[in-house]
């Protein structure tokens, strides 16, 4: 799309959601930031009248709606009906259930491919994570346009240009692009199994040690950096944090404070470019368990409990090696970020996660050589420091 708003990148702190699609922000970091999505749209009730707004121009050809099983028995469905009556052509394809749970990987993007049609114009996407994953790819490949009607508040993916797939076995983040639209009905985010509501405030949480490694690479590689990106991130955490209380009575209001900071923090990703201001040591750790949950057969948490749990390690590792961080890097406690996940009855250790003492060593120990990204794992392992900091957390945690 043609951005046509050009402001200063100040202006976007004032900004709500609905106001940020079609921009490009000036920055004082040298880079020009964008927010290539035509439409988002967060309330509660219905947001079939702006999907349907949205497809008008691509009536002609035939919308191919993309479901799992879950998401189809509490959207899906009734979208499909709906998009018909208004007199639609439709490719509606669902993924049901399997031996293991879907995963984005060579497999699943075949299957999808296989089930479009030539004269599919448009993908429309009833779902999460996963299924956002795929679609993205899919549309990146073939160049038609997606949207996504989300169904759980569980992931920051909504809104970014990158895909989380597994390719040949490894978690591999692919460029894309961003979705053409996204909507959020929030009587329906909060209907959500309260595990996915866990899994996407742990994945907000994720971001504060986030930017402390991106502060820290910036610090010790120059690496680039940019301040209002770094804020605008902190300012999704903020909003998030404030409404924990309310998240596990899923109070609609906390819903849609936790919603806006997971697109928020995927807008981040496509503002920088890349995943820096939203991924650090804790996704790094957060992968390498799936990955090796992938290569066993085994079913692998949800990625943002993961990353929750991720960040309590990261935390403790940033205090335990503390003499070695820069002056003016900002990190959490332990005790606040732990604190913050048993608020809402989310995971706090690799034990609770199903993780294995020895995996869990191993991810300490190795993790670091799994990702090129600059992380407290490298810190730690160039000062010689990672198999004494590996047995000290292990013992911490399972002692």
Not at 358 to 382: G, P
């Amino acid at each position: 799309m043609d951005n046509k708003k050009v402001k200063d990148i100040k202006d976007i702190f004032s900004m709500s959601i609905e106001e940020m699609p079609g921009t490009v922000f000036e920055c004082s970091c040298g880079r020009p930031h964008g927010v290539d999505i035509e439409k988002m749209i967060v309330r509660s009730g219905s947001v079939m009248e702006d999907v349907i707004e949205t497809l008008m121009p691509y009536r002609d050809g035939k919308i191919f709606v993309l479901s799992d099983h879950n998401t189809n028995k509490a959207l899906g469905k009734s979208v499909v009906e709906r998009l018909i009556a208004e007199g639609f052509h439709l490719n509606p394809f669902t993924f049901e259930p399997g031996a293991h749970d879907l995963l984005p990987d060579e497999s699943s993007i075949g299957r999808l491919l296989i089930e479009m049609d030539q004269d599919d114009s448009y993908i429309l996407v009833v779902g999460s994570g996963v299924l956002n994953d795929i679609a993205r790819i899919i549309s990146f490949r073939t160049n038609k346009p997606y949207a996504i009607i989300g169904t759980a508040p569980s992931m920051d993916g909504y809104a970014s240009v990158t895909s989380a797939l597994v390719i040949n076995g490894k978690k591999t983040s692919i460029p894309g692009k961003y979705p053409s639209a996204i909507f959020a009905d929030l009587s329906v985010m909060r209907d959500a199994p309260m595990i996915m509501i866990q899994a996407g405030f742990g994945d907000v949480l994720g971001k504060i040690t986030a930017l402390a490694d991106w502060q820290l690479s910036n610090a010790l590689t120059g690496e680039y950096y940019c301040e209002a990106i770094a804020g605008l991130v902190q300012k999704a955490v903020d909003k998030c944090v404030e409404s924990t209380g309310g998240l596990f009575n899923k109070d609609e209001h906390a819903i849609g404070c936790l919603i806006e900071a997971l697109l928020l923090t995927g807008i981040c990703i496509g503002l920088a470019g890349e995943t820096r201001p939203a991924s650090g040591m804790e996704h790094i750790l957060a992968h390498y368990w799936d990955v090796k949950a992938i290569e066993a057969g085994r079913e692998h948490p949800l990625h943002g409990n993961s990353v929750g749990v991720g960040t309590v390690i990261t935390a403790m590792l940033y205090e335990l090696v503390a003499e070695l961080v820069p002056a003016g890097i900002s990190y959490p406690s332990v005790a606040y970020v732990a604190g913050l996940l048993e608020k809402i009855g989310a995971p706090t250790s690799p034990a609770q996660l199903g993780i294995s003492r020895e995996l869990f060593l191993d991810s300490i120990k190795n993790a670091v050589h799994s990702r090129k990204k600059y992380t407290l794992l490298q810190l730690c392992y160039d000062n010689g420091r990672m198999d004494e900091c590996a047995e000290i957390l292990t013992r911490r945690l399972y002692d």
